[in-house]
């Protein structure tokens, strides 16, 4: 079985609750989303199989991987073979993911640590409203660690964080974080945040506003 892989290489995290981790990131390539945000619309790709991916993967000797994409659940079936491939070397496994493709995600569950779990805001990404799968996918999700995270932009409607308050009602356990859209990074924006931070936190949220930190230190 193969991969469509569009990068492998060591960096630090540099989002949500694991940002500064040293990590190994596998960035699959393919979505089943269209965010009108994203960063990381990708053209070319790599083709690995099993033994290929994991002795790149090894040869970057961090033992923090992050799969990330694109969606890296749109390929479960590989993932599912490679994460039990390495099962046995002792990797911390983090997911990042759209927190769409439950029954994928219900395939690798059992080797996943950290998940942060993206939830998309109809007026942030431009498509529709995806709470129902996303309360699909905590479901499974809620397993293993979590935090949330969400995009805000200059697009998105205060609807939708209400929305999402409603959504975290019963799952005020578990940190948000608001994210920034690193393309439009101004003091409106930042101010808008506030604004937003302010009614979920009120709502008993752990609401934590993080931009993107490996933008400002230009790396991958
Ligand atoms: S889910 Fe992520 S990778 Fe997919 S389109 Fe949206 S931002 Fe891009």
């Known amino acids: 079985m193969e991969a469509k892989v569009a990068s492998i290489f060591k960096s630090i995290q540099g989002e949500g609750k694991y940002v500064g981790s040293l990590q190994v990131f596998v960035r699959f390539f393919g979505c089943n989303l269209n965010c009108q945000f994203c960063d990381t619309k990708l053209e070319k ?3 690995y ?14 033992k923090f991987l992050s799969l990330t994409g694109g969606e890296p659940l749109c390929q479960a079936d590989f993932l599912k073979m490679f994460l039990e491939s390495i099962a046995k070397d002792k990797f911390k ?12 995600l219900k395939k690798v569950i059992k080797y996943i640590d950290i998940i942060s779990f993206d939830l998309k805001l109809k007026s ?10 996303h309360e699909e996918f905590f479901k ?6 979590i935090f949330f995270k969400t995009v805000i932009t200059t697009s998105t409607q205060f609807d939708d964080i209400k929305r999402l308050a409603g959504f ?4 005020l356990d578990y940190p948000l974080y608001l994210q920034p859209d690193s393309r439009y990074l101004s003091r409106r924006l930042l101010k808008k945040m506030f604004v937003f931070g302010e009614y979920l936190l009120n709502k008993g949220i752990d609401v934590r506003i993080v931009p993107q930190v490996h933008k400002f230190l230009n790396i991958e």
């Open 140 to 145: 499974v999700a809620k397993l293993k660690e």
């Open 93 to 104: 496994i983090y997911l990042e993911t759209n927190a769409t493709l439950y029954k994928n």
């Open 124 to 133: 942030s990404t431009g498509g529709s409203q995806l709470w129902r799968v």
């Open 168 to 171: 975290l009602k019963d799952k």
């Open 49 to 62: 199989n099993v033994n290929s991916l994991k002795k790149e993967v090894s040869s970057l000797r961090v």
């Open 45 to 47: 790709f790599k083709i």
